[in-house]
């Protein structure tokens, strides 16, 4: 058996039926199994597209000598050219997205279960780059009809992530019109995604409708804020199911709004929070409602560097979890770790050393970590003499007790 394998992903491609005597337009990472038996066939090129988009059309009937295939690049080029026509029987193409046009790429096939080269074709170009080297960009723009390299609606932007298996940033702008995650949204990131505003001084915001989800998601940025209002039997918007890092930068925000009554961010495993550069969470439109919620049996670790001053960062009910689940906050002097009411489990609070400016482990008597680890060192200003954690106190040099 003979299977046309998808060039990003060496798997077959998903297949799609393009009948005889109509127009079909293929779908990202697909091929169009053209029935030339009934009629002359035309294929539109896949939208939206980006960056290391793949499709494939195929004479799935051996008969495009008497009825050909138009490929029809629906304003983009293929080759240089604006269509292009398959006239030999049983004949297959395919087309990859490259800085702005396709580009006819050499394909492989499985037979029976072993993969193999296929042979240069004419006018075959070369490999450009595909996914797995580059992101892909696309911008979410509701309010206008989709075209280019923008689209209006989530499905469209949920179909490219998917197609790319996550190598896509996805750029909102909602300067026409809301962008939202509709409320039967389950869209997987791959832990790839990159989700920024359009502009960041501005910034731009996207809604999770309650009942919408996003699935290993991997950066915000850009000014970009997150916010929904999770209550019900709906999901938490953003769902972390396997081992990896949420990076939060330059002004990133994911908040709660008024009506929510669960949290936006669910660690459902061992997960990084990387929160930098201005980036925060926020729960101040509901206080009593976290951002975070770190399920039974995991660990996250939250790294704040370079954040907002820490009452705005972080208040006592940010994060929660119970008794069997773990959390390491590290940060520098931009913040301060604040107790957490609603996480019962295990806390490590590590305070950065890495510059002298910052002076993370400076302070006064008072200003001591509230959640110290057995050796921990802090210089005492009001003492004027370091001190260390012994594991029930903080003792000196000495070994005297300074409370």
Same mark, same amino acid.
């Given at each position: 058996?003979?299977?046309?394998? %998808? ?10 039926? /393009? ?8 779908? &990202?990472? /697909? ?76 394909? #492989? ?12 074709? #004419?006018?075959? /170009? ?22 280019? %390299? ?59 409708? %309650?009942?919408?989800? &996003? ?8 000014? &970009? ?21 949420? &990076?939060? #930068? ?48 995991? @660990? ?24 069997? @689940? ?19 489990? /295990?806390?490590?609070?590590? #305070? ?17 970590? +509230? +959640? ?17 954690? %012994? ?13």
């Amino acid at each position: 058996m003979s299977v046309l394998l %998808n060039p990003a992903t060496d798997v077959p491609f998903p297949e799609l039926a /393009a009948p005889g005597g109509v127009t079909t337009r293929v779908s &990202l990472g /697909a091929i169009a199994l053209c029935g030339t038996t009934a009629g002359a066939v035309t294929v539109q090129r896949p939208s939206p597209r980006v960056q290391g988009s793949v499709f494939a059309v195929v004479d799935a009937d051996g008969a495009a000598s008497t009825n050909p295939i138009t490929v029809d690049g629906d304003g983009d080029l293929l080759d240089g050219a604006a269509t292009v026509q398959i006239t030999e029987p049983y004949q297959s193409v395919i087309y990859v997205y490259d800085l702005g046009a396709w580009r006819r790429i050499v394909g #492989r096939r499985r037979v029976d279960g072993v993969a193999a080269e296929l042979e240069l074709e #004419r006018d075959t /170009a070369p490999i450009p780059s595909l996914p797995s080297e580059a992101f892909g960009s696309l911008i979410f723009r509701p309010g206008v009809p989709s075209g280019g %390299n923008h689209v209006a609606t989530w499905a469209e932007v949920e179909t490219a992530i998917a197609a790319a298996s996550g190598l896509v940033v996805v750029v909102i702008d909602n300067d026409l019109a809301p962008c939202v995650v509709p409320a039967t949204a389950d869209t997987e990131c791959f832990g790839r995604v990159h989700l920024s505003a359009v502009d960041y001084i501005s910034g731009a915001v996207l809604t999770i409708a %309650n009942g919408g989800r &996003l699935r290993n998601l991997g950066v915000l940025e850009q000014g &970009l804020a997150i916010e929904g209002a999770p209550s019900g039997a709906g999901p938490i918007p953003l769902l972390f199911t396997s081992p990896g890092l949420l &990076l939060m #930068r330059e002004g990133a925000t994911v908040r709660n709004t008024a009506t929510a009554t669960k949290a936006m961010i669910q660690a459902g495993t061992n997960l990084v929070l990387s929160i930098i550069e201005g980036s925060f969470l926020d729960n101040s439109a509901v206080p009593l409602v976290p951002v975070v919620q770190v399920d039974a049996g995991f @660990s996250m670790t939250c790294v704040a560097l370079a954040a907002v001053p820490f009452a705005a960062f972080l208040t006592p009910t940010t994060i929660a979890g119970d008794a069997t @689940s773990s959390l390491a906050f590290a940060h520098d002097a931009s913040v301060e770790f604040v107790a957490q009411s609603l996480f019962v489990g /295990a806390v490590l609070e590590i #305070r950065t050393n890495q510059s002298a400016a910052l002076q993370p482990s400076t302070g006064a008597t008072a200003g001591r970590p +509230l +959640l110290p680890f057995a050796g921990q060192e802090y210089f005492d200003t009001t003492l004027g003499f370091p001190v260390w954690w %012994n594991g029930a106190a903080w003792v000196g040099a000495d070994g005297i007790v300074h409370p």
